[in-house]
């Protein structure tokens, strides 16, 4: 038995010729989608370190740097309960020479801190020192229940713990040998006490 053929009619053809002209159309449209989408992420991340700007302004150096020694919270018993205080000590200076000790008291810590910054600007001193930022001759101080001494020692830099390293190191002094000479765990006193020896050296 012999098989017959069946010719496609031009309609048809042209039919499916433009169904696959479509889906090609259709894909290259997908494909040039995402590509379009891979060159907008690569043109924002390429574009950010050149074209965003930082608008933000420049972080001014304070004129003084400053370091708390002593932070305390003060309970005040009143008719109906407890009230609490604190008080701050700081030691602000500029490292060159110029140094305050301050005591501050609130409510909270931040207007404590703010009240001890103000007092201690108040009681800086000016140091006369030495060219090589040292002290000129040994001194020997007494605060309440504290005791320093302190010594100039060329080449070795501050050699000193507690608060008194913390008030040398912002007023700016080096090669200084200081040493707690009492048993005084109190930092406020301790401070005050290098104020005191250093009280030798200001500038009149």
């Known amino acids: 038995m012999a098989e017959e053929t069946v ?3 031009g309609a048809s053809v042209a039919a499916v010729a433009s169904t696959e002209d479509r889906g090609a159309s259709i894909r290259s449209g997908q494909d040039g989608g995402r590509f379009t989408a891979r060159q907008g992420q690569g043109g924002r991340g390429g574009g950010r370190p050149g074209g965003r700007r930082d ?3 420049a972080r001014v150096k304070p004129e003084f740097e400053q370091k708390i ?3 305390r919270r003060v309970t005040r018993v009143i008719a109906g309960g407890k009230r609490f205080n604190f008080s701050v000590g700081m030691v602000i200076g500029n490292k060159n020479g110029s140094v305050g000790i301050g005591l501050g008291k609130g409510a909270d810590t931040a ?3 703010e009240k001890a910054f103000r007092n201690a600007k108040k009681n800086m001193v000016k140091l006369k020192l030495t060219d090589s930022k040292s002290i000129p001759h040994e001194v020997k ?3 309440s ?3 320093i001494f302190m010594q100039p020692s060329p080449g070795r830099g501050v050699v ?3 608060a008194v390293r913390d008030v040398l190191a912002l ?3 080096v090669d200084v040998n200081a040493k707690i000479l009492s048993t005084s765990k109190n930092k406020l006193n301790i401070a005050r006490g290098a104020m005191l020896a250093l009280d030798e050296f200001v500038s009149k």
Request: aromatic fraction near 4%; avoid cysteine; charged fraction near 10%.
């Open 7 to 9: 010719q496609p009619s």
């Open 55 to 57: 608008t933000r302004p």
């Open 160 to 162: 000193a713990g507690s």
């Open 145 to 147: 229940s504290a005791q």
């Open 69 to 71: 020694i002593q932070i």
């Open 111 to 113: 207007l404590a801190i």
């Open 171 to 173: 007023a700016g002094i």
């Open 141 to 143: 101080a007494k605060y």
